[in-house]
C-alpha cells in the first residue's frame, strides 16, 4: 500500500475531475472537488518524494491527472471565459497555446517523449491558472487574465530558451 500512495493519490485527483463535470459550475460542491485536485497535486509530489517512491508511471499519471483537470476545467468555466473576456486576451491566450503546443510538438519529434521543464515560471503559470476559476464571477477576470497571460508567455519563453540551448549544446558536441 505505501509504495502506492502517491499513485493513489493521484487517482483520486482523476476521479474528482469526472465529478466535477457532473456538479454545477462554480458551485460549492465544484469548488470542493477543485481545491482536493489542486491540494491533490501538490500532496502526491511530495509523498512521492518523502517516501521515496517516485516513478516514471507516477509521473505519466500525474501528467494525465494535469491534463484532465485542465480539460475539465476549461469545459466547465468556458462560457464564464468567453463572457469575460475581450478579444485581444483570446488572441493572446491562442497564441500562447499555439505556440506552447507547437514547441511540444517540436521536443517530442526531437526526443521521443513528450516532456514538460518544471521550473519555477511554469510552476507559478499553474498555480495562477489554479486560482482561475475563482475570478469568473468578478470584475477583476480580465486585469487577472492578463497577468496569467504575462507569467505564462515568461515561462514559454524561458523553456524554448532552454530548448535552443540544449539544441547548441548537442551541436558543440557533435564537433
Same mark, same amino acid.
Given at each position: 500500500?505505501?509504495?502506492?500512495?502517491?499513485?493513489?493519490?493521484?487517482?483520486?485527483?482523476?476521479?474528482?475531475?469526472?465529478?466535477?463535470?457532473?456538479?454545477?459550475?462554480?458551485?460549492?460542491?465544484?469548488?470542493?472537488?477543485?481545491?482536493?485536485?489542486?491540494?491533490?497535486?501538490?500532496?502526491?509530489?511530495? =509523498?512521492?518524494?518523502?517516501?521515496?517512491?517516485?516513478?516514471?508511471?507516477?509521473?505519466?499519471?500525474?501528467?494525465?491527472?494535469?491534463? *484532465?483537470?485542465?480539460? =475539465?476545467?476549461?469545459?466547465?468555466?468556458?462560457?464564464?471565459?468567453?463572457?469575460?473576456?475581450?478579444?485581444?486576451?483570446?488572441?493572446?491566450?491562442?497564441?500562447?497555446?499555439?505556440?506552447?503546443?507547437?514547441?511540444?510538438?517540436?521536443?517530442?519529434?526531437?526526443?521521443?517523449?513528450?516532456?514538460?521543464?518544471?521550473?519555477?515560471?511554469?510552476?507559478? *503559470?499553474?498555480?495562477?491558472?489554479?486560482?482561475?476559476?475563482?475570478?469568473?464571477?468578478?470584475?477583476?477576470?480580465?486585469?487577472?487574465?492578463?497577468?496569467?497571460?504575462? =507569467?505564462?508567455?515568461?515561462?514559454?519563453? !524561458? !523553456?524554448?530558451?532552454?530548448?535552443?540551448?540544449?539544441?547548441?549544446?548537442? !551541436?558543440?558536441?557533435? =564537433?
Amino acid at each position: 500500500m505505501k509504495k502506492h500512495l502517491a499513485n493513489i493519490i493521484t487517482m483520486t485527483r482523476i476521479i474528482s475531475c469526472i465529478c466535477m463535470i457532473f456538479t454545477e459550475t462554480l458551485s460549492y460542491p465544484f469548488y470542493c472537488f477543485y481545491i482536493w485536485c489542486g491540494f491533490s497535486d501538490i500532496l502526491d509530489g511530495f =509523498v512521492a518524494r518523502k517516501l521515496k517512491i517516485t516513478s516514471s508511471f507516477g509521473s505519466k499519471l500525474d501528467t494525465i491527472s494535469d491534463l *484532465t483537470l485542465y480539460t =475539465v476545467m476549461m469545459i466547465k468555466i468556458l462560457s464564464y471565459l468567453r463572457k469575460g473576456l475581450n478579444n485581444y486576451i483570446w488572441i493572446l491566450i491562442y497564441a500562447v497555446i499555439t505556440i506552447r503546443f507547437l514547441h511540444y510538438l517540436f521536443v517530442f519529434f526531437l526526443h521521443k517523449q513528450l516532456s514538460s521543464r518544471h521550473t519555477i515560471p511554469n510552476k507559478i *503559470t499553474s498555480a495562477m491558472m489554479f486560482a482561475l476559476p475563482f475570478f469568473c464571477n468578478t470584475k477583476y477576470l480580465p486585469h487577472y487574465s492578463l497577468c496569467v497571460l504575462a =507569467v505564462a508567455y515568461f515561462a514559454m519563453a !524561458e !523553456e524554448i530558451i532552454y530548448t535552443i540551448k540544449t539544441l547548441n549544446q548537442g !551541436e558543440n558536441h557533435a =564537433v
